[in-house]
T-cell receptor, first 112, second 116 residues
Framework: EAAVTQSPRSKVAVTGGKVTLSCHQTNNHDYMYWYRQDTGHGLRLIHYSYVADSTEKGDIPDGYKASRPSQENFSLILELASLSQTAVYFC???????????FGSGTRLTVL | AQSVTQPDARVTVSEGASLQLRCKYSYSATPYLFWYVQYPRQGLQLLLKYYSGDPVVQGVNSFEAEFSKSNSSFHLQKASVHWSDSAVYFCALSRGYGSSGNKLIFGIGTLLSVKP
């Protein structure tokens, strides 16, 4: 079965600090995505990647960077965390022959 | 602009009752539509998807959805709900099939509570 693992499960960060969220997939999928979930907004796409060492901007990339050092790993980086970035973050993967996304369990980020 | 609207933020039904969760979309091209479910403290899981053909699609756990181009809708239905169906349900639309990355637009979700 497809597996996407996110770490940490939850994190508390201070405003202005650097935060890195990690995602690891064992599906051998090409595509990986980072979404954030906010009450009243559903899920919104931050960044995605279809190959190692390359990332693309999603719908709300401002304030976020992404890194895809290998096919298995995809990180989301908040260089200067802000209060507005408090949310639940989901990573997902998808192979390029199917349309199903496989999601991780999410990371709950609280910025104080 | 593309969008997905789930007009009901919260739905409560009794166990054994029928269910319909509503989804309306706005998209100029042929839509690829999905329903995902999120159980507590878990990621989203695919329930069903529609690309073309028969407008009624079957999904896991006896869920089905009906696509209507004239109404721009993709409502989710189940004949008899169980307490374990309590979860948040998301309708989603794909903007970029295949090589464009399948960038999904999600609705805000509908929280389903099933009363025993």
């Amino acid at each position: 079965e497809a597996a996407v693992t996110q770490s940490p499960r939850s994190k508390v960060a201070v405003t202005g600090g650097k935060v890195t969220l990690s995602c690891h997939q064992t599906n051998n999928h090409d595509y990986m995505y980072w979404y954030r979930q906010d009450t009243g907004h559903g899920l919104r796409l931050i960044h995605y990647s279809y190959v190692a060492d390359s990332t693309e901007k999603g719908d709300i990339p401002d304030g976020y960077k992404a890194s895809r050092p290998s096919q298995e790993n995809f990180s989301l980086i908040l260089e200067l965390a802000s209060l507005s970035q408090t949310a639940v973050y989901f990573c997902a993967s998808r192979d390029n022959s199917a349309e199903t996304l496989y999601f991780g369990s999410g990371t709950r980020l609280t910025v104080l | 602009a593309q969008s997905v609207t789930q007009p009901d933020a919260r739905v409560t039904v009794s166990e054994g009752a029928s269910l319909q969760l509503r989804c309306k979309y706005s998209y100029s091209a042929t839509p690829y539509l999905f329903w995902y479910v999120q159980y507590p403290r878990q990621g989203l899981q695919l329930l069903l998807k529609y690309y073309s053909g028969d407008p009624v699609v079957q999904g896991v756990n006896s869920f089905e959805a009906e696509f209507s181009k004239s109404n721009s809708s993709f409502h989710l239905q189940k004949a008899s709900v169980h307490w374990s169906d309590s979860a948040v349900y998301f309708c989603a639309l794909s903007r970029g099939y295949g090589s464009s990355g399948n960038k999904l637009i999600f609705g805000i979700g509908t929280l389903l509570s099933v009363k025993p």
